[in-house]
């Protein structure tokens, strides 16, 4: 069965700092990639999504993601972070043929000001 | 463009009761698909619903059914509740089957 891996569980910076969250799934076959992000008080939003082609993503907020198809990781950056992005971030994959999106447990960031 | 709708927001209930979900799929999109939230998890696959028809399950038992109308908006009922079913139930719609799936605010059931 696939699955997806956050290895970060919970991460604390301070604003300015860099992010990366890691996650990595298990599955050998054409995947769609996804971050959700859940700011506090509010329901799951998409970040970014990668379904083909240019394996460097951007989103919103200035997020990013790089596929790298070789180590089966789908990692979230941003270049400075902001009190704001202090939330839950859910890496999800789904199969082509597939139509659940299997989800990773999550890791919440907390950003101080 | 209405999002996605969930009702009710909260809802509590005893072990054994029976319980209804609803959710209105966003404008045009006619595939829904259910969620299971426990507490410091992150969301697990119940369903999914397209043009009336499920079409694909995850790991639940069969006491978690469902329902998809013309209009394309889904009801999750939940029979012989058990205290496990605590949890944050969410729903998400997309466009067409293979789409991005965006979600609703969810609802947090409580089983005393």
């Known amino acids: 069965a696939q699955s997806v891996s956050q290895h970060n569980h919970h991460v604390i910076l301070s604003e300015a700092a860099s992010l990366e969250l890691g996650c990595n799934y298990s599955y050998g076959g054409t995947v769609n990639l996804f971050w959700y992000v859940q700011y506090p008080g509010q329901h799951l939003q998409l970040l970014l999504k990668?379904?083909?082609?240019?394996?460097l993503v951007k989103g919103i907020k200035g997020f990013e993601a790089e596929f790298i198809k070789s180590k089966f990781s789908f990692n979230l950056r941003k270049p400075s972070v902001q009190w704001s992005d202090t939330a839950e971030y859910f890496c999800a994959v789904r199969t082509q043929a597939g139509t659940a999106l299997i989800f990773g447990k999550g890791t919440t960031l907390s950003v101080s000001s | 463009e209405t999002g996605v709708t969930q009702s009710p927001t909260h809802l509590i209930k005893t072990r054994g009761q029976q319980v209804t979900l609803r959710c209105s799929s966003q404008s045009g999109h006619n595939t829904v698909s259910w969620y299971q939230q426990a507490l410091g998890q992150g969301p697990q696959f119940i369903f999914q619903?397209?043009?009336?028809?499920?079409?694909g399950r995850g790991n639940f038992p069969p006491r978690f059914s469902g329902l998809q109308f013309p209009n394309y908006s889904s009801e999750l009922n939940v029979n012989a509740l058990e205290l496990d079913d605590s949890a944050l139930y969410l729903c998400?719609?997309?466009?067409?089957?293979?789409?991005?799936?965006?979600f609703g605010p969810g609802t947090r059931l409580t089983v005393l």
């Open positions: 990668y379904f083909s082609g240019d394996p």
């Open positions: 998400a719609s997309s466009l067409d089957l293979g789409d991005t799936q965006y």
């Open positions: 619903y397209y043009r009336e028809e499920e079409n």
